[in-house]
C-alpha cells in the first residue's frame, strides 16, 4: 500500500473512557492523521482500468439508536432493547439484525480465500458501534476488525464516515454538524486504530440527506474537507445541475458546489446514489446486473468505465436479512477470478475507482458540476457574487409565496418523511440544548478542556439528542426518548459548567 507511515507520536486511543465512548479530546492528531492526500487503494488494487466496461459499488448503512430505556433509565442500544423486549413489534429479529452486522468478516474472507475479488462499503453509525461495545458483542466487533485491520483484506473492503449520532445535516445545528463528524473518527480511530482511520475518505449522510440552504451546504462541505474527505455519497433526486435539471448521466463522478451568503465557494467529489431507498435494490444486487449494460464514458479527455453507485440498509428488512447473502455472494462468482474481470464488469469501492480513474488522468475539475434541488431558484434571484444573508432569505421567502413544494429542508432518500413538520416538540429543545452547549462551551474552549469527562457527556448527550430516528418514528416513545436525552444533556450542562 502507498502511504505515508504513521507519525510515532500519536497514542493509543482507549475505545471508552469512562464508561463513556471516545468520541473526543484528540481533535489535532485526528486532524494529523485524516488530512493527507496519499492513495489508499492504487497500490494494492487488481483492477486494471483499460480492461473494464463497468464497475458496481454497493454500500451497506448499519445504525441503531442510543435510547434511555436500560434497566434503570441508562442509555442503551436499541438492539439490547430488542433483545431485553423480544415480544415487542418485529423485536424477535434481533438476533438476525447482530449476525448482519457482522457478516460481512465471514463472508470478505471467504471470497478472497477462494480467489474472488469481492468489495463492499461500510457505513455503521457511532450510536451502533458505541452499542455493540456496550452489549458485550465483541464477537461482532472482532469480526469488523479482521476485515479493517488485516492486510489481507485491505483491498476490498472500505469505511465510510458518517455523522456520530445519526444526525440529518439540513435540520441540524450547524455548529454541531463537524462535530459529529469528528466523534465519528475519534471513536472510530479508538477501535480500529489510526491507521484504519486516515484510510476513511468517503462519507455517507445519514438519510442520504443533503442541505439545500446555501449557508448549510457550504459549512458542511467545509467540514468534511477540513476532516480529510475526499468524497461525499449523494442520491441522484437531492441534486440538480446549475440550471436547475435534473443530471443527465448519473454513473460518473460529479463536482458537488457549495456557495454561501457571503460569495465564498467550496466543492467535493460527489458519487451518485441511484433510484430510491428500496434495500432490494441493494439485497439483489441490483447495481451489478445495470453495470453489466453499460459501457465506457468520457470526462474531458480520458475514456473511464461508469460506476452504479447505491446503499441500502444492512439488515433492515427480509430481503436484507435473508436474499443479500447469496446475491452478493452470486455476484462475485458471477465476476469470476481473473483479476476482477478481463472485460466486462467488476466490483469497485468508491475511493478505489476515483483513484484508478484520476491516475488515468482525471481532475476532479473535469467532473460535471452539481447542486442540491431547488438551489437554481435561489440563484436566479440572488447573484451569487453579490449574495448576502438577507438577499438569500428574501428570496427564499419569495420563492415559497409563489411555490408551496420549495423547501429548504434538504432532501434525501426519505423524501415522503419531513424531518421537520410535526417534530417542534423535538427541534425546539434539540436547537435549545446546542444553543446552551455552546453557550457553555465556546468561551472555555480548549483541548484540554475536550479530555474532561463533563465535556465529553455534554457532548455525547448533545449527539445523541439530534439523532434521526426520534423524528421518523411519529409522536410517542421515541420523541419522549429525545426530550429525556435533552433533559439530562441540560442537567449536565447546568450543573458542571
Known amino acids: 500500500m502507498i502511504s505515508t507511515p504513521l507519525s510515532p507520536n500519536l497514542p493509543t486511543l482507549d475505545e471508552l473512557v469512562d464508561g463513556l465512548p471516545n468520541i473526543c479530546g484528540w481533535e489535532n492528531e485526528v486532524s494529523r492523521v485524516v488530512n493527507h492526500d496519499d492513495p489508499i487503494f492504487l497500490g494494492d488494487t487488481n483492477i486494471k482500468l483499460d480492461r473494464i466496461n463497468s464497475g458496481f459499488a454497493i454500500a451497506l448503512h448499519m445504525h441503531q439508536p442510543t435510547i434511555p430505556a436500560g434497566a434503570d433509565g441508562e442509555p442503551i442500544c436499541n438492539l439490547q432493547y430488542m433483545f431485553e423486549h423480544p415480544g415487542e413489534g418485529d423485536n424477535h429479529n434481533a438476533e438476525p439484525f447482530a449476525w448482519c452486522y457482522s457478516r460481512m468478516g465471514q463472508f470478505i474472507p471467504e471470497l478472497v480465500a477462494e480467489g474472488y475479488n469481492p468489495r463492499v462499503m461500510l457505513d455503521y453509525s457511532g450510536n451502533l458501534l458505541w452499542g455493540l461495545r456496550q452489549m458485550g458483542r465483541d464477537d461482532v466487533l472482532d469480526n469488523l476488525k479482521r476485515i479493517t485491520c488485516d492486510r489481507a483484506y485491505q483491498p476490498y473492503v472500505e469505511w465510510l464516515g458518517t455523522m456520530w449520532g445519526h444526525g440529518v445535516v439540513p435540520s441540524n445545528p450547524i455548529p454541531d454538524i463537524k462535530l459529529h463528524i469528528q466523534a465519528w473518527q475519534h471513536h472510530f480511530a479508538a477501535i480500529f486504530g489510526w491507521d484504519a482511520l486516515r484510510r476513511v475518505k468517503g462519507f455517507s449522510p445519514p438519510e442520504m440527506h443533503l442541505p439545500n440552504h446555501p449557508d448549510t451546504l ?198 415522503h418523511i419531513s424531518w421537520v413538520q410535526g417534530y417542534e416538540n423535538v427541534l425546539g429543545p434539540m436547537n435549545e440544548l446546542s444553543a446552551l452547549f455552546h453557550e457553555k462551551i465556546d468561551p472555555i474552549y480548549s483541548e484540554s478542556l475536550t479530555r474532561e469527562r463533563r465535556y465529553r457527556e455534554a457532548l455525547l448527550y448533545n449527539m445523541l439528542v439530534q439523532t434521526s430516528c426520534f423524528r421518523y418514528w411519529g409522536q410517542g416513545t421515541w420523541t419522549d426518548y429525545a426530550r429525556e436525552l435533552y433533559r439530562r444533556g441540560k442537567e449536565i450542562l447546568q450543573r458542571d459548567f
Not at 474527505?229 to 463536482?255: A, C, D, M
Open 218 to 415: 457550504y459549512e458542511y462541505v467545509k467540514a468534511l474537507k477540513e476532516c480529510g474527505y475526499r468524497w461525499l455519497l449523494v442520491q441522484e433526486h437531492s441534486v440538480e445541475t446549475p440550471e436547475g435539471h435534473g443530471l443527465g448521466y448519473k454513473h460518473i463522478p460529479y463536482r458537488l458546489v457549495a456557495r454561501n451568503s457571503n460569495g465564498e465557494t467550496t466543492s467535493i467529489t460527489a458519487l451518485i446514489k441511484t433510484q430510491g431507498s428500496d434495500t432490494k435494490l441493494v439485497a439483489q444486487m441490483q447495481p451489478y446486473y445495470e453495470a453489466k449494460g453499460l459501457s465506457r464514458q468520457q470526462i474531458g479527455n480520458v475514456s473511464v468505465p461508469p460506476l452504479v453507485s447505491q446503499i441500502g440498509d444492512g439488515e433492515n428488512g427480509g430481503v436484507m436479512m435473508n436474499e443479500f447473502p447469496d446475491g452478493f455472494k452470486q455476484a462475485i462468482y458471477d465476476i469470476g477470478k481473473n483479476e476482477g474481470g478481463s472485460s466486462g464488469t467488476v466490483a469497485l469501492n468508491g475511493t478505489e475507482y476515483l483513484e484508478l480513474i484520476e491516475a488515468a488522468g482525471c481532475s476532479p475539475e473535469d467532473y460535471p458540476i452539481c447542486q442540491p434541488v431547488g438551489q437554481h431558484k435561489i440563484w436566479q434571484k440572488v447573484d451569487p457574487d453579490k449574495a448576502t444573508s438577507e438577499a438569500i432569505e428574501a428570496a427564499i421567502a419569495e420563492i415559497k409565496q409563489h411555490d408551496h413544494n420549495f423547501h429548504v429542508e434538504g432532501a434525501s432518500w426519505t423524501n
